[in-house]
């Protein structure tokens, strides 16, 4: 199906917000970006805001209401995995039920008329805008940062370097089981020494 590459990208973008949110400690989730005005989210309200956010967007603007709560009822950074998790799958499902049809058809984008799948794009790169913040949140807290999209420096380095890509888990059923066991993430290779972090050469 012409669409087929959406759904599949839905697949891993909920993938990659598990594991993000997988790299954080509990002790985390109050922290927030400093400033005296306090305008940034901390990492719980990131988590919140991504839970609320891709419930409101799936239910008015593709009419995908899966009548569940779209926040844990303990919101301890476990059942955010579990919940986000959980719902995304039920999300996934809906999504591969649809006709070529329903993509093409119109649907309100706040106060515009677009397609679908232009929202389901849409959609997804505001998750990932989010989830960029948070991996910003991450570096600043000092915390060990596996590949999202390619290498890191805690994975050896950068693409020019030829470091691996390493992610913390292989789905993200794995994930969930290794987090309700205590963390169970691959090794990272650590930093090179002799590595300069810029694409410079």
């Given at each position: 199906?012409?669409?087929?590459f959406?759904?599949?990208?839905?697949?891993?973008e909920?993938?990659?917000?598990?594991?993000?949110?997988?790299?954080?400690c509990?002790?985390?989730l109050?922290?927030r970006?400093?400033?005296?005005?306090?305008r940034?989210r901390?990492?719980l309200?990131?988590?919140?805001?991504?839970?609320?956010?891709?419930?409101?967007?799936?239910k008015?603007?593709l009419?995908?209401?899966?009548?569940l709560?779209p926040l844990?009822?303990?919101?301890?950074?476990?059942?955010?995995?579990?919940?986000?998790?959980?719902?995304?799958?039920k999300?996934?499902?809906?999504?591969?039920e649809?006709p070529?049809?329903?993509?093409?058809?119109?649907?309100?984008?706040?106060?515009?008329?677009r397609?679908?799948?232009w929202v389901?794009?849409r959609?997804m790169?505001h998750?990932?805008?989010?989830?960029g913040?948070?991996?910003?949140?991450?570096?600043?807290?000092?915390?060990?940062?596996?590949?999202?999209?390619?290498?890191t420096?805690?994975?050896?380095?950068?693409?020019?370097?030829?470091a691996?890509v390493?992610?913390?888990y292989?789905?993200?059923?794995?994930?969930l089981?290794?987090?309700?066991?205590g963390?169970?993430?691959?090794p990272?290779?650590g930093?090179?020494?002799?590595?300069?972090?810029?694409?410079?050469?």
């Amino acid at each position: 199906m012409t669409f087929d590459f959406l759904i599949e990208t839905y697949a891993t973008e909920r993938e990659k917000v598990l594991s993000v949110w997988s790299q954080f400690c509990d002790e985390d989730l109050a922290w927030r970006p400093p400033d005296p005005q306090r305008r940034g989210r901390s990492v719980l309200e990131q988590f919140v805001h991504q839970c609320v956010s891709e419930d409101l967007w799936f239910k008015n603007m593709l009419g995908i209401d899966l009548a569940l709560a779209p926040l844990p009822a303990n919101e301890t950074r476990l059942e955010f995995l579990r919940v986000y998790a959980d719902r995304s799958e039920k999300r996934l499902q809906r999504l591969r039920e649809q006709p070529e049809a329903w993509w093409t058809g119109e649907t309100n984008f706040f106060e515009v008329q677009r397609s679908r799948a232009w929202v389901m794009v849409r959609r997804m790169t505001h998750t990932s805008h989010h989830r960029g913040q948070l991996s910003a949140y991450l570096r600043v807290l000092s915390r060990d940062v596996w590949s999202t999209y390619g290498p890191t420096s805690d994975t050896g380095g950068l693409m020019i370097n030829k470091a691996p890509v390493v992610y913390p888990y292989n789905s993200a059923e794995g994930l969930l089981r290794g987090e309700e066991s205590g963390g169970a993430k691959r090794p990272l290779p650590g930093i090179p020494k002799d590595k300069n972090y810029t694409e410079r050469p």
